[in-house]
């Protein structure tokens, strides 16, 4: 079953605006990554958050972490063409295995 | 590049053949995992090593075994191949410890016919 799903499944916006996606997961968690994956590549690790952290910064990346309300939001400022993709939330909680959602496909319009 | 490698990186195999998917990594991460990614399911988890010789299933385990004889190795081996194999596997690996991050290889896209 799957712990994390995103919100949209898919989200187009024109370059230079902002795109935001969710994530809501289902138990306790011990943290919370984000994942990219371009058009038939593997996928690529961009930000993690403990379950202690709120919000985190990286570039023009900001993810939020609502454990009360068992979501996260991840904030992509002043999108790029190059951040085509596909973004993917992951959960960790209690040992070495991830689960993943089942992703948002972010298309950003020249 | 993730220090990781995949091969084959294409195969087409006709049903009920075995077949088995190579995963090298060049990092010596302890943990190694073998996912599939199919439409509508995202990634779903096959089987992961967290040693030498140390293996446990995952979520979608069912048709699948997978050996690791070196830290560097980790094979994913259909015994039987059917056609709801047909998917894209990756591997990925990961030092462990707290963060448990992952680093992906660029995948297989295996067709069962």
């Known amino acids: 079953s799957q712990q994390g799903e995103e919100d949209p499944q898919a989200l187009s916006i024109q370059e230079g605006e902002n795109a935001t996606m969710n994530c809501s997961y289902k138990t306790s968690i011990n943290n919370l990554q984000w994942y990219r994956q371009n058009s038939g590549r593997g996928l690529v690790h961009l930000i993690l958050i403990r379950s202690n952290e709120r919000e985190k910064h990286s570039g023009r990346l900001r993810v939020t972490l609502d454990t009360s309300k068992k979501s996260s939001s991840l904030l992509i400022t002043a999108s790029r063409a190059a951040d085509t993709a596909s973004y993917f939330c992951?959960?960790?909680?209690?040992?070495?295995?991830?689960?993943f959602g089942t992703g948002t496909r972010l298309t950003i319009i020249p | 590049d993730a220090g990781i490698t995949q091969s084959p990186r294409h195969k087409v195999t006709e049903t009920g053949t075995p077949v088995t998917l190579r995963c090298h990594q060049t990092?010596?991460?302890?943990?190694m995992y073998w996912y599939r990614q199919d439409p509508g399911h995202g990634l779903r988890l096959i089987h992961y090593s967290y040693g030498v010789k140390d293996t446990d299933k995952g979520e979608v385990s069912d048709g699948y075994s997978v050996s690791r004889s070196k830290t560097e190795d980790f094979l994913l081996t259909l015994e039987s191949a059917t056609s709801s194999q047909t998917s894209v596997y990756f591997c990925?690996?990961?030092?462990?410890?707290?963060?448990?991050?992952?680093?992906f290889g660029p995948g297989t896209r295996l067709t069962v016919t």
């Open positions: 990092e010596n991460h302890r943990y």
């Open positions: 990925a690996h990961s030092g462990g410890g707290r963060a448990y991050e992952q680093y």
């Open positions: 992951a959960t960790l909680f209690g040992n070495e295995k991830l689960t």
